[in-house]
């Protein structure tokens, strides 16, 4: 089975900084796309940046210039390095993959829409 494990969360003042990363394990082959997403109390879940396999980025306008998403296609991980943080990112941040072909009893077979747990990341002011 294929999952994606997220670590890095926690609390930071204003200002600081925070990296998260997500893994995924299982006998994988190939990750067409990884991104992570956010979704604070009482509202709906956002995309925060995506990225794909042959590393093309995208970010939320309110991250941008702050947060840096990375891949390492080796490690099957992605990172997410957050800068400047504001007390509005504070949210669970989940980890998502488009498609993830893997293997399974020796035969390649794929997944789609992956998603992790979710880490807290909390920004006090």
């Known amino acids: 089975q294929v999952q994606l494990v997220e670590s890095g969360g926690g609390l930071v003042q204003a200002g600081g900084s925070l990296r998260l990363s997500c893994a995924a394990s299982?006998?994988?082959?190939?990750?067409?796309?990884m991104g992570w997403y956010r979704q604070a109390p009482g509202k709906r879940r956002e995309l925060v940046a995506t990225?794909?396999?042959?590393?093309?980025?995208n970010y939320a306008d309110s991250v941008k210039g702050r947060f840096t998403i990375s891949l390492d296609n080796a490690k099957n991980t992605v990172y997410l390095q957050m800068n400047s943080l504001k007390p509005e990112d504070t949210a669970v941040y989940y980890c998502?993959?488009?498609?993830?072909?893997?293997?399974?009893?020796?035969?390649?077979?794929?997944?789609?829409?992956?998603w992790g747990k979710g880490t807290l990341v909390t920004v006090s002011s």
């Open positions: 998502h993959a488009d498609r993830i072909d893997y293997y399974r009893g020796g035969t390649r077979t794929y997944g789609t829409d992956y």
């Open positions: 299982g006998s994988i082959f190939s990750i067409s796309a």
């Open positions: 990225i794909t396999s042959g590393e093309r980025t």
